[in-house]
């Protein structure tokens, strides 16, 4: 088993910067695939950024990239999102997931593991 716990949310200005914190306990050593997504009120959940912890690669939702990044620690146990340059269409719940396979990135149904969500609220 798998339990991850995010942390960082919370509410900024647009242009404004935070940075989410994925805590994974458990048998963090079997993750292959780990990932952040978002999801809006009566919106679909949406991935924003994902990576292979072997260091494989890294994928970003359109909408994102050149603003957030996505990073783990050495130790592999610790998954961040680094959000700059931050937008009211922003704002969301967001998740840290995980999968111990090599799974489509930003496709949330291919995680198996999941964190409660930490908020992010972005005002204009």
């Known amino acids: 088993q798998v339990q991850l716990v995010e942390s960082g949310g919370g509410s900024v200005q647009a242009g404004g910067s935070l940075r989410l914190s994925c805590a994974a306990s458990?048998?963090?050593?079997?993750?292959?695939?780990m990932g952040w997504f978002r999801q809006a009120p009566g919106k679909e959940r949406e991935g924003v950024a994902a990576i292979y912890t072997r260091g494989v690669g890294t994928y970003y939702h359109n909408s994102v990239k050149g603003r957030f990044t996505i990073s783990q620690d050495n130790a592999q146990t610790t998954l961040y999102l680094q959000m700059n340059s931050l937008e009211p269409e922003d704002t969301a719940m967001y998740y840290c997931?995980?999968?111990?396979?090599?799974?489509?990135?930003?496709?949330?149904?291919?995680?198996?593991?999941w964190g409660q969500g930490t908020l992010v609220t972005v005002s204009s």
């Open positions: 997931a995980a999968d111990r396979r090599f799974v489509t990135p930003l496709v949330a149904s291919q995680y198996t593991y």
């Open positions: 458990g048998h963090t050593g079997t993750i292959l695939s």
